[in-house]
């Protein structure tokens, strides 16, 4: 709560700077629930498609978000290093990640090789020697690496770390990036109507459960900003606190949802993810300057036809359509269950909240009855 007392954020928050072939910046801070791909977007390599461009790492986790003088939002972030999580970290998924870990760096309850190096899910295919309980890796006794086991490591080993991700000033957000993890229903992407839309979108966040984390599958958790973890007071405050900050902020960032994770009929996943996504980010640096097309649907602004560059990619008109659509029916459904979360924290829930989903619930309501 120092933050909200003190009128500034702190929030679970990766901040990664885009450097377009002109040499121009635009930073943007990203909040995802664990196991969505935060590191590999801090260190995101962009497609060839995107040659001249440049992603720059100013933090993968945390970042702390003050007022500027100049009316923007700006961050910092106060850690030194990164603590990712180990299983799926490879060459194909991240990099620069894999690159920055062959010195000076930590591990916990990883596997290891023969000669003792370490070894994780997704790494390679070799077979490790022995599993993070160190015992010999047999597996019929499940993976070889502990699920959260972990490496730590300097910032400044990073192939794409930002030269000014330690100014005291920080860096100024055009963006702010909300996901989760969920096969259906939620767009690629899109963006609030307005701040305070934004707020709502923000504490709708949720992910669906996998056989592996739970046992049960396709069960929705809420975890408003990625903060569920780390929020130390009442979300109902927290939101009150965020909506105070639009109002003080005037030149504030735009709010976005993004959701990597759309699956077709047989499971597979839609969009391409990981560098790709630069292809996301794009289109949300351009609706920050005011160029990149958008249609208004109920829930927010999505990419209008052709406004999205998907050149290079095995992706079919039909397959880009439903990533970017809205279905009313459906959606209403997700609202109820978005309120009947949100009223879990009674009297402090602000009424701006309750406004913004009543006036979402509405426009939802006149596209089904026109459709």
């Given at each position: 709560a120092?933050?909200?007392?003190?009128g500034?954020?702190?929030?679970h928050m990766l901040?990664?700077?885009?450097?377009n072939?002109?040499g121009?910046?635009?930073?943007?801070?990203?909040?995802?629930?664990?196991a969505?791909?935060?590191?590999?977007?801090?260190?995101?390599?962009?497609?060839?498609?995107?040659?001249g461009?440049?992603v720059?790492?100013?933090?993968?986790?945390?970042?702390?978000?003050?007022?500027?003088?100049?009316g923007?939002?700006?961050?910092?972030?106060?850690?030194?290093?990164?603590f990712?999580?180990?299983?799926?970290?490879?060459?194909?998924?991240?990099?620069?990640?894999?690159?920055?870990?062959?010195?000076?760096c930590?591990?916990?309850?990883v596997?290891?090789?023969?000669?003792?190096?370490?070894?994780?899910?997704?790494?390679?295919?070799?077979?490790p020697?022995?599993?993070?309980?160190?015992n010999?890796?047999d597996?019929?006794?499940g993976?070889a690496?502990?699920p959260?086991?972990?490496?730590?490591v300097?910032?400044?080993?990073?192939?794409?770390?930002?030269?000014?991700?330690?100014?005291?000033?920080?860096?100024?957000?055009?963006?702010?990036?909300?996901?989760?993890?969920?096969?259906?229903?939620?767009p690629?992407?899109f963006?609030?109507?307005?701040?305070?839309?934004?707020?709502?979108v923000?504490?709708?966040?949720?992910?669906?459960?996998t056989?592996a984390q739970?046992?049960?599958?396709?069960?929705v958790?809420?975890?408003?900003?990625?903060?569920?973890?780390?929020?130390?007071y009442?979300?109902g405050?927290?939101?009150?606190?965020?909506l105070?900050?639009?109002?003080r902020?005037?030149?504030?960032?735009?709010i976005?949802?993004?959701n990597?994770?759309?699956?077709d009929e047989?499971?597979?996943f839609?969009?391409?993810?990981?560098?790709?996504?630069?292809?996301v980010l794009?289109?949300?640096?351009e609706?920050?300057?005011?160029?990149?097309?958008a249609?208004?649907t109920?829930i927010?602004?999505?990419?209008?036809?052709?406004?999205?560059?998907?050149?290079g990619?095995?992706l079919?008109?039909a397959t880009?359509k439903?990533?970017?659509e809205v279905?009313?029916a459906p959606w209403?459904?997700?609202?109820?269950?978005?309120?009947?979360?949100?009223?879990?924290?009674?009297?402090?829930?602000?009424?701006?909240?309750?406004?913004?989903?009543?006036?979402?619930?509405?426009?939802?309501?006149?596209?089904?009855?026109?459709?």
């Amino acid at each position: 709560a120092q933050s909200r007392n003190e009128g500034w954020m702190a929030e679970h928050m990766l901040i990664v700077g885009v450097e377009n072939p002109q040499g121009e910046v635009h930073y943007i801070a990203a909040a995802f629930p664990s196991a969505c791909g935060k590191t590999n977007m801090a260190m995101l390599i962009p497609p060839q498609e995107y040659e001249g461009y440049k992603v720059w790492t100013v933090g993968d986790d945390i970042a702390w978000l003050h007022p500027g003088d100049d009316g923007r939002l700006w961050a910092i972030n106060p850690e030194a290093g990164f603590f990712g999580v180990a299983p799926g970290t490879g060459a194909e998924t991240n990099p620069n990640a894999v690159s920055m870990l062959n010195h000076d760096c930590i591990f916990t309850n990883v596997a290891v090789t023969e000669d003792n190096r370490p070894w994780w899910e997704g790494l390679s295919n070799e077979t490790p020697a022995t599993d993070w309980r160190g015992n010999p890796y047999d597996p019929a006794t499940g993976p070889a690496a502990h699920p959260n086991s972990r490496f730590t490591v300097s910032a400044k080993q990073c192939a794409s770390y930002s030269d000014i991700a330690d100014a005291p000033s920080g860096v100024p957000i055009s963006a702010i990036v909300f996901g989760g993890r969920r096969p259906n229903l939620l767009p690629l992407v899109f963006e609030s109507k307005d701040w305070k839309h934004g707020v709502l979108v923000g504490a709708s966040v949720a992910s669906e459960t996998t056989a592996a984390q739970s046992g049960k599958v396709g069960v929705v958790r809420r975890d408003p900003m990625a903060m569920k973890p780390f929020c130390g007071y009442n979300f109902g405050d927290y939101w009150k606190h965020w909506l105070n900050m639009g109002e003080r902020v005037p030149n504030h960032p735009k709010i976005f949802h993004v959701n990597w994770f759309r699956q077709d009929e047989n499971g597979k996943f839609m969009w391409p993810g990981f560098g790709d996504n630069m292809r996301v980010l794009d289109w949300i640096l351009e609706r920050c300057r005011g160029n990149a097309a958008a249609d208004e649907t109920p829930i927010g602004y999505l990419p209008a036809k052709g406004s999205l560059n998907v050149t290079g990619l095995d992706l079919d008109d039909a397959t880009l359509k439903r990533l970017t659509e809205v279905e009313p029916a459906p959606w209403l459904k997700e609202l109820d269950e978005i309120e009947a979360y949100l009223q879990e924290f009674g009297d402090r829930l602000p009424t701006e909240i309750t406004d913004q989903v009543e006036q979402v619930r509405q426009q939802l309501n006149q596209a089904a009855s026109s459709a």
